[in-house]
């Protein structure tokens, strides 16, 4: 059943559904939710969004807890051009792009499989991609204590390019740089050539 303007601002919001606040939000566009199209459409976004923002459930601690494994190996370690899709907090658009993960071990590795899961935890939840890089490097970071970690985020952002500037080829990277990276100019350095070469 469709609500209404007056249901949902007199009701108290623990007795509204999810889909309730999505009919109201179509009927404030000008839209009619009880059309055709639109019918199962707040149903629709309800599991889109659950998806989306599945990170707020996930816990990085039992992303990572099988696949931590015990190495004699202090060479960097890189996992580049991992595919990544968040949404901006402040517009709720999606933001997507790349990530380029390294870490220079201290006796442990990650399972290269866990990397990019790693990226999804955070990135599937409202972000900032400034605040995405940092949570990537920091969890790798309180998961192996190595001797450095790197990411490089590269994305377009929906809410720079469909409104407000609507530049179409603007893209943004951020850096997060620990440990090694940030003391070593030739570590850092040998991160951005491999990542650049390919």
Do not use: W
């Not at 659950?50 to 990572?64: C, I, K, N, R």
Request: aromatic share 6%; with cysteine; proline share 3%.
């Amino acid at each position: 059943m469709a609500s209404n303007s007056a249901t949902i601002e007199s009701a108290s919001l623990e007795t509204i559904s999810t889909q309730d606040l999505y009919r109201e939000l179509l009927l404030r566009m000008g839209e009619d939710p009880n059309r055709d199209g639109l019918l199962k459409t707040p149903e629709r976004i309800e599991k889109s969004m659950a998806f989306l923002t599945q990170g707020y459930t996930q816990d990085v601690t039992e992303v990572l807890h099988d696949a931590l494994f015990d190495v004699d190996y202090d060479e960097m370690v890189i996992v580049k051009d991992v595919e990544f899709y968040s949404m901006c907090e402040h517009h709720m658009l999606p933001f997507f792009g790349r990530a380029h993960i390294a870490y220079v071990p201290n006796g442990k590795v990650i399972g290269l499989s866990k990397i990019p899961r790693l990226v999804d935890v955070f990135a599937r939840r409202l972000q900032v991609q400034e605040r995405l890089t940092r949570q990537v490097a920091e969890a790798i970071t309180e998961a192996i204590q190595p001797q450095g970690v790197a990411v490089i985020m590269e994305a377009e952002h929906l809410c720079m390019m469909m409104r407000g500037v609507e530049k179409q080829q603007s893209s943004t990277v951020t850096s997060a740089m620990l440990g090694v990276f940030k003391s070593q100019l030739q570590t850092r350095n040998e991160f951005l050539s491999l990542v650049r070469g390919r």
